[in-house]
């Protein structure tokens, strides 16, 4: 099946910096890409659907400044968790989903997820 | 949306053939059904998808009634490896828009005994 690759898979960091996080698809290409939070024992949350060469699409409630996202290719989507805080500490995933797939049903491929601490 | 309902936790020993039944009442017409196995500090990953009647693959089995309001995902023979949390997702998948109306539940959490 399709690889989708995060990195990096942990980041510890200090209060009050930035925090990027990489999303490739490795052999297919995405023109969407999405970002979900998943906190301890709790399930997917979606943060936002990030297009590429557009603006992401941001869910009510996620701040747009504080967690930027680029998607500046067909296999790269990148989220930027700006002025860190112990309370974003929590499992990132993106998904993504092959754009010339031809099966109807819109498989979703998922990262291996990123687990952010901050002290 | 979709909503769906699905035991918090279930327990079984290797071996076994494990069901996992989802209830999805309120399925649209257009609406794939599909499930989802996650281990712990990792993304979720694929198991099955269907539309009705029965799918099965190489790891798992999809039994869907003609009324399409509930599902059960059949994994047989479990081992430990299987211990992981399980989810059931309805939407019309094809359409990437709606992939925001996607609502995830805490899922099945299936713990396998030996």
């Known amino acids: 099946g399709a690889v989708v690759s995060q990195h990096p898979s942990w980041v510890i960091c200090k209060s009050g910096t930035s925090v990027k996080i990489e999303c490739r698809s490795l052999?297919?290409?995405?023109?969407?890409m999405f970002w979900y939070r998943q906190f301890p024992k709790q399930s997917l949350m979606l943060m936002a659907t990030s297009n590429e060469g557009s603006k992401a699409t941001y869910e009510q409630g996620v701040e747009k400044d504080k967690f930027l996202i680029n998607h500046a290719s067909l296999t790269l989507s990148t989220l930027t968790v700006t002025s860190a805080h112990p309370e974003d500490s929590s499992f990132y995933i993106c998904s993504a989903r092959d754009r010339t797939s031809g099966r109807v049903t819109g498989e979703l491929f998922f990262g291996e997820g990123s687990r952010l601490t901050v002290l | 949306l979709a909503k769906t309902t699905q035991p918090i936790s279930m327990d079984s020993y290797e071996g076994q053939e494990v069901n996992i039944t989802c209830s999805h009442n309120?399925?649209?017409?257009?609406?794939?059904i599909t499930w989802y196995q996650q281990f712990p500090s990792q993304g979720p990953r694929f198991i099955i998808q269907g539309y009705k009647t029965k799918v099965t693959n190489e790891v798992a089995s999809l039994f869907i009634p003609a009324d399409r309001k509930s599902s059960t995902l059949s994994l047989p023979r479990v081992s430990l490896s299987d211990t992981a949390v399980y989810y059931c997702l309805v939407g019309d998948m094809a359409n990437a828009g709606n992939n925001r109306k996607l609502i995830w539940g805490l899922g099945t959490s299936l713990a396998v005994n030996p």
């Open positions: 052999d297919f290409q995405a023109t969407t």
């Open positions: 309120n399925i649209a017409t257009n609406d794939y």
